[in-house]
Nanobody, 119 residues
Framework: QLQLVESGGGLVQPGGSLRLSCAAS????????LAWFRQAPGKEREGVSC????????KYSDSVKGRFTISRDNGKNTVYLQMNSLKPEDTGVYYC????????????WGQGTRVTVSS
């Protein structure tokens, strides 16, 4: 079975940090670009970040640039999203995704993990 499972979400205060993880099973991620998306309450899903198969190239949305860092560990078949200096507007459900390449089509989605930034 092919599966992507996110973890690490929760409730944090503004200015706090959180690290999300997405672990894959049933297939290896080595040859795929990996992305994070998020969906705020009442909003459309938006792209947050993407990392190339080797990890040598990354990109971020303007809203998170300088605060979030995407990374991957192909040996663990896992992608991470380190989120620092969190703001209330970062609140939402975060999804990891497997793409053929960054800016290309998504071929698999995780179920999502909720992040709430509130005092």
């Amino acid at each position: 079975q092919l599966q992507l499972v996110e973890s690490g979400g929760g409730l944090v205060q503004p200015g706090g940090s959180l690290r999300l993880s997405c672990a894959a099973s049933g297939f290896t991620l080595d040859y795929y670009a990996l992305a994070w998306f998020r969906q705020a309450p009442g909003k459309e899903r938006e792209g947050v970040s993407c990392i190339s198969p080797s990890g040598g190239s990354t990109k971020y949305s303007d809203s998170v640039k300088g605060r979030f860092t995407i990374s991957r560990d192909n040996g663990k078949n896992t992608v991470y999203l380190q989120m620092n200096s969190l703001k209330p507007e970062d609140t939402g459900v975060y999804y990891c995704a497997v793409n053929n390449y960054c800016s290309g089509p998504t071929v698999a989605w995780g179920q999502g993990t909720r992040v709430t930034v509130s005092s």
